[in-house]
Each structure stands twice: as C-alpha cells, then as structure tokens.
C-alpha cells in the first residue's frame, strides 16, 4: 500500500524548499545586472556584499524554522481521530475566499475594518516585496520596475504602508484603551509584542526607504515615495550611509522575529485560519451531530464520545491553532450572558492548552496562561469542567459567528457524549428523562396509548397511518410535546384544522410514534438515542413514509438531519414552511383581523441549524393588521430561549434564566404577541413572559395559532 505523507512531513518538506530557493535567488541575482532605465530602484544599495549573504542565508534558516514549527503543530494536530474533509471544492474555495477576503469578520464593523487595515496593508507589503525581488532575479532587459511602474510601485507600497500602520495604531487603541471586555479578558503580554513586532516591521520600512533615498541624493522621481522622501530630510547627509545600514538590519531583525512570532503565537491564525475555513465544508448537514457506529450492533468500541486528545478528530484540534481569541463567540452565548460556567472560547482554549501540553514535543498553547495552572495528562476534563459543558444550550450561536469557522459545539457534544455513557456524570434531571424515554417512549414519561388523544378535540377524523389508512402523502409528526404538553397540543390541533382545511392528505402514527430521541442525543445518551431512532426507522419503513410535516424543529432536525445516519431518509417539513406554501398558494386564505404588533422568536434548530428564517415570518406577515417588529437579537443573531440541548430536561440553579432574558427582550418591543415555532420556544417564552408579570399584555402562541385565528371564523 503506497505511503502517504503527513502533513509535518509536507510542511517540513515545503520548508526546505523554500529555504533553498531563498539561497537559490541569492545566487541567481549575482548575475542579472541593473535596469536600463534610470528611474528604478537597485536592490542592495549601501549594503556590503557580505550583510547581502548574511541577509539570505538568515531568511532562508528562518524560513524553515517557521515551517518546521508550523509541523509540530501539525504533528500535535495529527493525534486527532479521522474526519473526512474532501470534496465539496466549491463551497472550500469560497469558504477560504470569504476569510481571504475578511468577510467574516465584518459582521463586527470595527473590528472587520482594522483588521482589514492590517492584513491588506500587510500582504500589499509583502507582495510588494516579493515583487522587487522578482524584478531582481530579472535579466536588464526584462525588468519592470522602472519609469513610469516604478512611479507607482513606490506609491502603493507608501500608502499601503500607512494603512497597515494605522490599521496597527487602531488595534493598540481597541486593545489598551476601551477594550471591550471580550478583549480584555484575554489580554495578554504576547498581544503587546505581536503588535510591537509588526509596527516595528511598518515603521522600520517606512524609515530604512527614507534613509536610502537620502544615501541616493534624494532623486527627483522618488517624490513619488509620499512618506520615504519627506522623511529623508530627516536623516543628515554625512552619516546617512551608516544610518541606512543600521535601520536596514533592524528592518531584516524585525521581519526575522516575526518568523518566529508567526508559528509560536496566537498570530499563526494569518496561516491556520484560512486553512481552517477552506477545511470547514463538510458532507455531515449543519444541524447534524458527528455520527457514531451503531451502538445496538458493535461490539469493540472501547469509547463513546472524548474526553482524551486523541479521541477528538484531527480537525478539532486544528480549530484550537485557529483561534483568534477574539471572543464573539463568548459575546452571543447565553450562558454566559445569564452568569453560567460555560464560555464557549474557553472550551476552544482549554483543549488547545491540553493538546499543546501534551504534544511530543510540546509546543505553545493557543494563548498564553497561567504558569501554576498544570496538565498532567492528556484528558481535557483536567481543564473542563462537566458544569461547563451541561450549561450548553447547544443554540450554536458561537458557530454561527465565529470569523474563522471553528467548531465549537461539536466538541462539547463530544464531551458530553463521554460524560454521559462513560462515567454517567448528568445532572440528575437528566436522569429521569432517560428512564422516560426508555420506558415510556418519551421525556414526559406520559403514556404511549395518549399520542392522539388531542384529536377528540378536532370536529374531523384524522387518520393513523397503518391502522386507519395504508398511505398518505406526508405523516403529521406530532412530537412528544405537540402529544402532550398542554400548551402545545393547541398547536397541533391549530396546525391539523389548517392542513385540513387546504386539503392535505396527512395522517399519524398516534401510539406508533416515539420521541426522536434529540433529548438524548443532545444530552450525550447516543444509546437511548439510537434505541428510539432506529425504533422509529423501522416504523416509517414499514409504513412507506417518504415526506413528513413537524412543527417542532428539534423533530425537524432529527428527522431531516440525523435520522439518515441510520437509514432513514425523508423529505422533512417544518410546519412553518407547509403553512406559507399554503398561503401563498392560495389554499389557506386570510382574514384581516385587529390591528395588532408581533415580534416572532427564532428558534435555533429551526434557524441557525437549518437556515428557515423567512417561511414563519411569512406566516405571520400573510395576515392583514398585523405590524411585524423584530427583536434586536433576530435571524442569525437571534437569542436562545434556554430550552436546546436537553435544558428543557433541566434546572437552571446558577445566574438568571435564560428564558427570561429572552422574554425580557420580546416584551421591550412592545409587542402585542410573540410569535413562536418552536414548542419549546412556546413554553420557556410563554413562562417568561408569566414570569415578568406581562401576561396580561403580551400573549405567546405559535404562527398555526395565530394563522388558525385569520383563516376559521371561531
């Protein structure tokens, strides 16, 4: 079987290479001579033959020390369990494209323009470099930087210049002045010295050009250098040819140390970031948590889920190198927004800091902590704590607005996974909705026999698939709480009349039906999540189901996302999606009503998960007198309820809830209504909202209550 090569080794490999083509080009400019034009610029002016050696054997030994550290990252990375990352070209190159590009970072405005200012300023720099060492290595004849190219040359690299260094200024301030706290938090002295070293790289340029102009006698067309020739005039004419070779050689020191800055700091997230984002893509859909074997048949499996280096995939210990420390992620979390252990970045750093420490040999963590803090193994649970990781909402917020695509929600799912089968450490709440769904078929421990029991309140029959009727075109999936959570089996009786009333063959499996099993899953108890979801195939096989309808969006997700995994492929509809397509189509027609304001909450599973923004909010907009507001956290920003990942199974006993955070900002909208999609969204939302004494005056329903109000006369 032919060898593949690691990535260490091709990193290595590059690194020599490159370093001997560094030396490569110092021996090919021995010979191409000079320009022919007089308005150009000679390389090497006022610097002894021997520096110029020095010069290329120095960047060409640095240059692979920086790809040789590069590889013992990549080493450390290699520890890591597979994951498959090719294909899907296209969605690579553009996802690297939009971090080339600093797209992703300017959903902060701030913060995407100042770095823009760093990184463009920065790469015109070197570009430019690079250019006039091509011009270099050129034969007289065919050199391009002269005249009228030169003129220009000498331009952009001034402004770029400025730009970089004021990018630079602006990042200072940002950092040491009004830091956001995000920021502050995780200040640290190597964030001073990655700014000193690139301000010294900005300013020594500026300055060794001023001094070469001045050694030249300051020509006529160098004028076109808008910084370097006003600066010449500061160097004196006598001693211009020492001071041209002493900020020269710090201008070369300051790169050097950058070299070694770039892979030894958190700044190697000018490489590992967009790498990281061109890996980023993957086959597995966005909602769907990393599949695992079958735990009904395999019989070697030694562990579920991670809780050592090792038993994380390769890419998730890529993602701790592609940290910028920036923090959005703990800005948008709500657990930490509520007073919760969990702060999502930490979970980034403290499995870096595990994996780095641990690394044969060891390299750097991804910021620098605390010398008393030790790792004595390479278990992540010595620096993560399960409070932390049970305090997830598993809402992905930090997914969705991490700048560099990092991963954050699988690995505490992962963990979660382990803390759950492998050492049984679940909060105890957690415990009873286990027995439930392995008794009874649900989290509510309610009885099977009671899955249609919400019918009797309809004026129409509705069929259970394979008692009743042997086919239909979709199957109504009710859920656990559209079944039985008071609340919500309004929302299934609105959400049947109005299926009925455009004329949708549907029917449900009633008895039939068991939890998907997301409480489980979610929870880390891929067990009882496989034990009901494999139950489930197997009853929508022998059924012939092909397309189905749910309201809940934690359905919705299983159902669509997961189930595949296992065998189980269905056209899956969220009922708000159903719902527009009826309206629009004409089946469903709408009254107008009261004049009345509504606010509509996104569900996660629903909208970051799986992308469904528009189809509630069409819902809701299709209705005559009703003023559509938005929160300020909305779409992809939109705040979780507190009720994903299992917390609907959950106490919250630390800071404030989650739920009335989120209720508190409905309200703030003077809404009328708060429009959910969600059952669970229904419920934490509709107990906030209690909760803040607002019940009064603000009412939660889901969009099939609120649509079931404008289109039946009752």
């Known amino acids: 079987m032919r060898r593949k090569f690691t990535a260490a ?3 290595v490999f590059l690194g020599v290479l490159v370093a001997l083509g560094t030396l490569a080009s110092w021996f090919a400019g021995q010979f191409p001579g000079y320009a022919e034009s007089p308005v150009s610029r000679k390389v090497f002016v006022n610097i002894p033959t021997a520096v110029e050696a020095m010069f290329y054997v120095a960047v060409a030994g640095f240059l692979f020390l920086t790809f040789y550290l590069f590889s013992l990252r990549a080493k450390n990375w290699q520890r890591g369990a597979p994951d498959r990352r090719t294909g899907l070209w296209r969605e690579r190159l553009e996802a690297m494209g939009a971090g080339l590009r600093m797209q992703t970072l300017m959903r902060d405005r701030a913060s995407g323009l100042m770095h823009s200012m760093v990184y463009y300023g920065f790469l015109v720099l070197f570009l430019g470099t690079v250019t006039l060492e091509i011009d270099h290595l050129l034969p007289a004849g065919f050199k391009f930087l002269q005249d009228d190219v030169y003129r220009a040359y000498s331009f952009i690299l001034d402004a770029a210049a400025l730009v970089f260094l004021g990018g630079l200024a602006w990042a200072f301030v940002r950092r040491y002045g009004q830091a956001p706290w995000r920021l502050r938090s995780k200040t640290r002295p190597e964030d001073f010295w990655i700014l000193v070293t690139l301000a010294l790289i900005g300013v020594s340029g500026l300055a060794t050009e001023a001094a070469r102009i001045a050694v030249e006698n300051r020509p006529a067309y160098e004028v076109w250098s808008f910084v370097g020739y006003p600066l010449s005039y500061l160097v004196p004419q006598g001693p211009a040819a020492g001071i041209h070779q002493v900020i020269w050689v710090i201008h070369v020191a300051s790169f ?3 070299l070694v800055v770039l892979p030894t700091t958190k700044l190697r997230h000018m490489v590992t970031s967009p790498v990281n984002m061109f890996l980023g893509p993957k086959e597995r859909p966005p909602g769907a948590m990393r599949e695992m074997p079958n735990l009904m048949e395999v019989e070697d499996i030694e562990t579920v889920g991670a809780s050592l280096v090792g038993e994380f995939t390769w890419k998730q210990l890529l993602d701790t190198d592609t940290c910028t420390v920036c923090g959005r992620c703990t800005s948008v979390c709500p657990a930490t927004a509520t007073g919760k252990p969990l702060d999502p970045r930490e979970i980034v750093l403290k499995l870096g800091e595990v994996a780095a420490r641990t690394a044969d040999p060891e390299v750097t963590p991804p910021v620098t902590v605390d010398g008393a803090i030790t790792v004595s193994a390479d278990n992540v649970f010595e620096r993560i704590t399960p409070e932390e990781l049970w305090a997830c909402t598993s809402c992905k917020a930090c997914d969705e607005i991490c700048p560099v695509d990092i991963e954050i929600l699988d690995k505490i799912l992962d963990m979660r996974r382990y803390l759950a089968l492998m050492e ?28 249609a029991a919400w019918t009797s309140d309809l004026d129409f029959e509705v069929p259970i698939l394979g008692q009743d009727v042997e086919t239909a075109e979709y199957l109504y999936w009710v ?5 039985f959570d008071d609340r919500n089996r309004k929302v299934t009786v609105a959400t049947a009349r109005l299926l009925h009333e455009a004329g949708v063959s549907f029917a449900i499996l009633g008895p039939a039906e068991l939890c998907t099993g997301d409480p489980a ?15 489930n195939i197997e009853t929508l096989s022998d059924r012939g189901v092909r397309k189905v309808i749910t309201q809940c969006p934690h359905c919705f997700n299983t159902l669509k996302n997961e189930y595949p995994q296992f065998g189980g492929d269905y056209e899956v509809i969220h009922h708000s999606q159903v719902l527009s397509d009826l309206v629009e189509q004409g089946l469903l027609r709408t009254r107008n009503g009261k004049s009345k304001t509504v606010t509509y909450h996104d569900s996660c599973y629903l909208g970051r998960h799986n992308g469904v923004y528009m189809a509630p909010r069409g819902v809701v907009a299709s209705i005559g007198g009703i003023n559509v507001v938005e929160m300020g956290r909305s779409g992809t920003r939109s705040f979780c309820c507190g009720a994903g990942g299992s917390q609907m199974w959950m106490e919250e006993r630390v800071g404030k809830k989650v739920n009335i955070d989120r209720a508190e900002e409905a309200v703030a909208t003077g809404a009328d209504e708060v429009a959910v999609a969600c059952p669970f969204c229904y419920v934490m939302l509709d107990d906030g909202v209690r909760e803040l004494g607002q019940d009064e005056s603000v009412a939660v329903r889901d969009i099939s209550m609120i649509l079931a109000d404008s289109v039946f006369d009752d």
């Open 256 to 258: 050097l140390a950058f």
């Open 479 to 483: 859920g656990c709480a559209g079944s």
């Open 521 to 535: 899953r979610r929870s880390g108890n891929e067990f009882v999540f496989q034990m009901l979801a494999i139950q």
């Open 424 to 451: 049984a450490d679940f909060p105890a709440e957690l415990g009873k909705a286990y027995l439930s769904m392995e008794n009874s078929s649900n989290p509510y421990g309610m009885a099977q026999a009671d899955r």
């Open 9 to 11: 080794e091709i990193l």
